[in-house]
């Protein structure tokens, strides 16, 4: 089942910057608006992920399906901000 989470890209330290080639962060949300223990995580090597960021922007939802099979979110398309 697809669901909504929210990708958190990391901040170089020493410039303030939005750092592309670090790992990033999933954070999963249900409708709810409740966490979901267990299922974020940190990711890395997803160029297609970090692809669909704009320029200087550090957080976007994507649409993702959970993989009990990998331990893992499948990360998709970038959801439009409403």
Same mark, same amino acid.
């Given at each position: 089942?697809k669901e909504i989470v929210l990708v958190?890209? !990391?901040?170089? /330290?020493?410039?303030?910057?939005?750092? $592309?080639?670090? /790992?990033?962060? =999933?954070? +999963?949300? @249900?409708?709810? $608006?409740? +966490?979901? +223990?267990? @299922?974020?995580?940190?990711? %890395?090597? *997803?160029p297609g992920v970090i692809e669909q960021?704009? +320029?200087? *922007? @550090? %957080? !976007?939802?994507? *649409?993702?399906?959970?993989?009990?099979?990998?331990?893992g979110w499948k990360l998709g398309k970038? =959801? =439009?901000?409403?």
């Amino acid at each position: 089942m697809k669901e909504i989470v929210l990708v958190r890209l !990391a901040i170089d /330290p020493q410039t303030g910057a939005v750092d $592309l080639v670090a /790992p990033f962060v =999933v954070i +999963p949300w @249900r409708r709810e $608006l409740q +966490p979901m +223990p267990g @299922r974020g995580g940190i990711y %890395e090597k *997803e160029p297609g992920v970090i692809e669909q960021f704009r +320029p200087g *922007e @550090r %957080e !976007a939802q994507f *649409e993702a399906e959970w993989s009990t099979q990998e331990g893992g979110w499948k990360l998709g398309k970038r =959801v =439009v901000d409403a």
